[in-house]
């Protein structure tokens, strides 16, 4: 007698022994997650360059475009740049081509004036009978705020727009005086002699008859008087 048939069935392989960590090398222990709502240790910001490095970033910067610009220069004006020269202005911050808003320094005025021919301010002693004007700070002018053209601004009352006010009597108008002629002293004329009336003339008859009818009559000016 035959023996049955067995039916085919998937037998699943033998699962794989996990492996058995040796002695001595403990297995290492995850870190416990937060949980929700945890406040996490902050992470450390990375430190930003203090402000003399960027400053010194800046400076190599600017060196390299300025080297660049003589560069070129060179390149496009051939021989003929040897007639010109690094500007004042320009260099002044080390930035070729542009100048810093507002006012220019006192050195870089000096340095320009003396360029152009002028005497520099910094080299003229102070007047020590005057002061710049406390209201104007030497403009001469001040703002009025108005919006009418040409009334934005005024001269300035306080020192009459010279920018300056004075400190002593030495600089106030009307101190300084300019004699008309020389005066008696120099003429040889004493103080008694200034002090006298000249004698009043007697008038011909005929003056007094004109006088008398309504005319006026004016004496003669003698030549070179």
Known sequence: MSEPVQPDVDVP?????EPVPEPGEPEPTPEPEPEPGEPT???????????????????KKLDSLTKTVATRIG???????????????????????????GPLPQDLRDQIAYLIGQRPQ????PDPHS???????GEGFVSTGSKAIGQEQLS???????????????????FLSTPNGPTAQALGVTAQDAAMQPAPLEEPP??????????LVVAPIAAGV
Request: aromatic share 6%.
């Open 156 to 174: 300035c009352v306080e020192c009459n727009g010279m920018g300056w006010q004075a400190t002593d009597d030495k600089r106030r108008p009307g």
């Open 131 to 137: 002061r710049v004007c406390t209201t104007c700070k």
């Open 206 to 215: 005929e003056v007094a008859a004109l006088r008398q009818q309504g005319y």
């Open 75 to 101: 390149s496009i004006l051939g021989e003929q740049a040897t007639d010109f020269e690094v500007c004042d202005l320009c260099s002044y911050w080390n930035t070729p081509g542009w100048r810093h808003t």
């Open 122 to 125: 910094s080299d003229l002693e």
């Open 13 to 17: 392989p033998e699962p794989a022994p």
């Open 41 to 59: 240790e902050p992470q450390e910001p990375e430190p930003e360059p203090s402000s003399e490095a960027m400053m010194e970033e800046i400076g």
